[in-house]
C-alpha cells in the first residue's frame, strides 16, 4: 500500500455539531433531528428526508444558504474529530504513506480542516474539486492525487453508496469503517461485507492491517488475501433490505427504498473487483485546488467504470453534501 484516503464526514469528523445546527436552525430538538437521520439511514433513504419530514418540501441547497447568510454556516474545530484521527494519520505518514483526505464537503469545510494542521499531504473537498462521490470522476479524482496505482491506494469511507461501490468501481481498494449511522446499520450487509477489502471498527485497526498485508505480500499481488466469497456473483442491489432480512434462498429480499428516485434507479450489481484503470488522466498537482450522479457497474472487460446504481442500499447522503450549486457541508 502506498497511499490512504479518507473521506471527510463520519469517517474523520463527527457530524453531531452539524445535525445540532440544522435542528437550531429550524426550531426542533436536536434529538429529533439525530433520530430522523438515523432512520433514514436504516431504512436506505436519502439523508436529506430527515430534514424534509421536519419541513415537507424544503429546499436544503436554499435553506443552507440562509444559514450562511445569517452567519450560521457549518463550523468544523479540534473536537469535531473523531479521537482516532490524528494518531492514526501521524502513523500512517511516518511509515511513508500517503495521507490524502478527500471527500463531499464545502470548500469551506476543507479551509477549516487545513487550519486545524492535519497531518495529510492533502486535504480538499468535493467542492473544491467541482464534483461529488459518488461521481466517477470524484474518484478519478481521488486517483490522480494518490500518486499511486489504483490497487495501492486505498479508499477509507463509511458509506456504501458514496465510499465502498464506487471507490471499488474505479478500481481502488477501499476499507468500510463502521462508523456513523451508514456504517453502523449496513457493515453487515453481504454486498458490502464481500465488496470491502477490509473492515474496520476504527482507524486504530489500521496499522495491522497493513501490517498483515505487507507480511502476505499482497503489495506485489493485490488479488491475494482476498475473501473467498469475492469471487461470487454479486447480488442485485435494487433488491437488498435491511441488513438483517433475507429470503429463504439466502439473496437479499426485493424492498424499493423511497429516496432519489432522479438519481437513484434499479441497476446492475455491485462492482466485482475490477481491474486497475489506465492511464487516462493527467496527474494533477498535489496543491491543486481546482463535479454526483447515477452510474453503472464497470465494463465486461474488466475496465473501470463509473459507480453503480443503487435503491436497495443506501441513497448518497445528499443532504448537506455539495452540488455543484450549493456549497453545503455533508452529512
Do not use: C
Not at 473523531?82 to 464537503?105: C, I, M
Not at 489504483?150 to 477501499?174: E, N
Amino acid at each position: 500500500m502506498e497511499t490512504i484516503v479518507f473521506d471527510i464526514g463520519e469517517t474523520l469528523v463527527r457530524d453531531d455539531r452539524h445535525w445540532a445546527s440544522w435542528a437550531d436552525w429550524l426550531g426542533v430538538p436536536p434529538h429529533t433531528v439525530s433520530a430522523l437521520a438515523g432512520a433514514a439511514a436504516a431504512q436506505g433513504r436519502d439523508s436529506e428526508d430527515a430534514l424534509r419530514l421536519l419541513r415537507p418540501g424544503m429546499d436544503v441547497t436554499e435553506a443552507y444558504g440562509a444559514r450562511v447568510a445569517a452567519g450560521r454556516g457549518e463550523h468544523l474545530d479540534e473536537t469535531d474529530l473523531y479521537p482516532d484521527v490524528r494518531p492514526v494519520l501521524a502513523e500512517l505518514r511516518a511509515r511513508g504513506l500517503r495521507v490524502v483526505v478527500a471527500g463531499n464537503r464545502s470548500a469551506r469545510a476543507g479551509a477549516l480542516l487545513r487550519a486545524l494542521d492535519l497531518p495529510a499531504d492533502l486535504v480538499v473537498t468535493s467542492e473544491e474539486w467541482g464534483v461529488a462521490a459518488p461521481d466517477p470522476a470524484f474518484f478519478a479524482r481521488v486517483l490522480e492525487v494518490a500518486h499511486a496505482p489504483a490497487h495501492a491506494t486505498l479508499y477509507v469511507g463509511d458509506h456504501p453508496a458514496d465510499d465502498l461501490f464506487p471507490a471499488k468501481a474505479a478500481g481502488l481498494r477501499a476499507a468500510h469503517i463502521r462508523r456513523g449511522p451508514y456504517g453502523y446499520w449496513w457493515a453487515d450487509h453481504p454486498d458490502v461485507a464481500r465488496l470491502a477489502d477490509w473492515h474496520l471498527g476504527a482507524l486504530t485497526d489500521l496499522p495491522a492491517l497493513l501490517d498483515a498485508e505487507r507480511g502476505a505480500g499482497w503489495d506485489a499481488d493485490p488479488t491475494a488475501g482476498r475473501d473467498a466469497g469475492r469471487d461470487a456473483p454479486a447480488a442485485t442491489l435494487d433488491t437488498v433490505n435491511a441488513p438483517d432480512t433475507q429470503a429463504a434462498s439466502g439473496t437479499p429480499e426485493a424492498l424499493d427504498r423511497p429516496g432519489r428516485e432522479s438519481s437513484r434507479t434499479p441497476g446492475p450489481s455491485a462492482p466485482d473487483d475490477p481491474a486497475d484503470p489506465s492511464d487516462t488522466h493527467n496527474p494533477a498537482d498535489a496543491g491543486e485546488r481546482p463535479s454526483r450522479g447515477p452510474g453503472e457497474s464497470a465494463p465486461s472487460d474488466g475496465t473501470p467504470g463509473p459507480t453503480p446504481r443503487v435503491t436497495g442500499l443506501p441513497a448518497s447522503r445528499s443532504a448537506g453534501q455539495h452540488t455543484p450549486s450549493a456549497n453545503r457541508p455533508n452529512l
